[in-house]
């Protein structure tokens, strides 16, 4: 038995606790949350040698910046925890109930999933957020960051895996993997029977290759080529402040937009006006020949790849569309399924969107930007689903759950 | 592109359309079962070849009943695919909605998979069952049944799409594999962009292949390795009665039972009961030491593979456990997870055991062989799903479709 099957065996015997812990779960995350907090100078010189490797290795600012933690990014994490302790448990929720003609008394009611795994990357916050919601719906996680936040993730995982244990649940409820190269991730994605689904959270490289590779059943999350269409009806300022915010307001996020599709009869409209708010922010713009003519050369010419391609960045490709039809048929090829817009004042064209869109969230006049957890009523999030099996959209603490069906009888036979 | 690429790409063309199909779907249900019974005639000709085959090779008498059809078994079919016609259309089905503090209106609404495919074995009703159900829930399919039936398949593959496609709707809502080699059925896992989810129907050998080899997304059904546990507290009778019922009314459908444990303090009294209604259908008995002590040599003792068996047949492992611990354990460690049962008269053990056995389908006091669509109220089913993501137990159409959400807005950013 390898040393990863001996924790997925860990895993399973806490998750058969886990799975009847009620309240206790609660105040696990409680005293979790507390921890975190009264530990956070042990994190913090965990993440100090993770910074100082990454800096020394010549990581980007950017990512160095996802990377670091301060006592206000502890104190927010902590908070997370503590809402995820607050929401109400999934588990025991009878979703559905009849007694059959022959007295059988049948329900369908929710349980965990039993062991989650957890790929990602390098923030370290994700450690903490990931556990507590994994807990709070009664499974037990394996998780497997990334090699740039090893030591921050080592500290915070063993703070949870104390706190928990203190609370009288198994500390095995949390595991990480230490081991950090590309075999790990892999014997993980080969843990079948211990793993009963693995979500991988990060870039579009990490979820192909959890995708591709896994023989667990995985949970495609978060690759966003989003588009915002300006139907030829829409209010133009509305279109612009829609694009400048779904574009801007934070481009390293899979809710964002790549591409904006704007009807012709309201390109010589629209563009300049979505141009004006976009030059703030010094938006580079990727266009067709038709947005040139409009913009003029300070547009670079768009090529096929433009169309495909989750920028996640101050870059935004524009294409001019002959009508409805063809901008369905863009989203249609070229979208990841996961936010999409339509700007219209048209009620058959916003009906229309909204039915034959097909993506995890589909908007009239809104920013895609709203494609959240918190936003969409959920609570906090474990990743957003672009996938259409079990679970689409975002993802909060039912979307960790499965169901059986618990029948009561009185010796019925068929 | 390959042609069974090419067949992805005619179904995803035909799914777009299947989405919005609305009533017109029924209107196709009920023309396709009135055109099976029209055909009959041309189907059992089909079915006489594949039959004739079958003999010739030397099929096994079991096998080819479930391979032969008849007049009586096309109308059982027919009426079939009325049913799912009568079944509300779950598309649209608005399940969740609200309106966030910024005016945005929130629904969670049902929408199709997508496409489907199947891969099963030699009962070709599953062609007409399985194209139903995918249909009714606006999917398309692809359907590759096996290729001891790959005349009959076709015949009635090709009246359904007949008849779909007199009512309007894309005769490629439905497609069948013509070629039923290994090869097709590897490249049918491998279509990943076209399918969105592959469901195997088979034996255990089918599914395990399905599972480990697809690198689309499976929903893993039907292998049933079921117990019921006869508590100290059971009433005899109705233990004897449950178990009767559970080994022999239909011993090769996944929710009959292969293993029956029975506790220590009522093995003397329960065991002589159970073997005389089972010498009834001649069951064959094979148990520990235990039950060889009370029920003599005419029990086989039972092996370590014995526990896991799914024998499918008139045969039942039996053995005798000192609590209902040992029953749990027992279970933990050998179910398929699909139904398992206890027959107790004990409160706090019958509520023990819905909440600790985890299965698709845990029971008190009645016979595992209810786990069915049918019985559950979920009305025709594409099979019992023994896995935790997506669908748990019987599937029937809602558990063939997906959600989005869909956001009206008012020209909200965030």
Chains 1, 2 share one sequence.
């Not at 800096?55 to 503590?82: F, N, Y």
């Not at 009963?196 to 978060?222: K, M, Q, Y």
Request: proline residues 3%.
């Amino acid at each position: 038995m390898t040393e990863l099957e001996h924790m997925g065996q860990k895993a399973k015997a806490a998750a058969r606790i886990l799975a009847s812990a009620g309240a206790k779960k609660d105040a696990a995350l409680l005293a979790a949350a507390a921890a975190l907090e009264k530990h956070a100078g042990k994190i913090l010189a965990a993440n100090r040698e993770d910074t100082d490797a990454a800096r020394a290795s010549g990581m980007r600012p950017s990512m160095l910046d996802r990377l670091t933690l301060t006592e206000a990014r502890i104190h927010s994490m902590a908070e997370g925890v503590r809402q995820i302790a607050a929401q109400a448990d999934p588990i025991g929720s009878v979703l559905e109930g009849h007694t059959n003609a022959n007295g059988l008394k049948i329900e369908k009611v929710r349980v965990p999933l039993g062991v989650i795994g957890m790929i990602y990357e390098a923030r370290p916050n994700v450690t903490a957020d990931a556990a507590a919601l994994c807990l709070k719906a009664g499974n037990a996680v394996i998780l497997r960051g990334g090699k740039e936040a090893i030591q921050s993730n080592t500290a915070i995982a063993e703070i949870l895996r104390e706190a928990v244990a203190g609370e009288g649940l198994p500390e095995d409820s949390i595991q990480l993997i230490r081991d950090t190269t590309r075999e790990s991730s892999i014997a993980l994605m080969n843990l079948t029977g211990y793993l009963d689904v693995l979500i991988p959270r990060g870039g579009a490289g990490l979820i192909r290759s959890v995708v591709e590779n896994s023989h667990v059943p995985v949970i495609e999350t978060g690759v966003g080529n989003c588009h915002v269409f300006v139907d030829e009806t829409a209010d133009v300022d509305m279109a612009a402040s829609i694009i400048f915010n779904a574009k801007t307001s934070r481009p390293s996020v899979c809710n964002a937009i790549e591409t904006i599709l704007v009807h012709k009869n309201i390109a010589a409209r629209a563009l300049p006006a979505v141009k004006a708010k976009l030059d703030e922010k010094n938006v580079e713009l990727r266009g067709c020949e038709r947005t040139r003519e409009i913009l003029g050369d300070c547009v670079i010419p768009a090529v096929e790849s433009d169309w495909s391609e989750e920028y996640l960045d101050y870059i935004l490709a524009i294409k001019v569309v002959d009508s409805l039809d063809d901008a369905l048929a863009h989203i249609a090829q070229y979208s990841s399924g996961h936010s999409e817009a339509i700007v219209t004042e048209n009620y058959r064209n916003a009906e229309r969107f909204l039915a034959e869109v097909d993506a995890a969230a589909v908007y009239v006049n809104a920013s895609t930007r709203f494609t959240d957890g918190g936003e969409f009523g959920l609570g906090a999030e474990i990743g957003i689903s672009t996938q259409k099996l079990h679970a689409r959209g975002p993802m909060g603490v039912n979307e960790l759950t499965s169901t059986k069906f618990i029948i009561r009888g009185g010796g019925q036979i068929r």
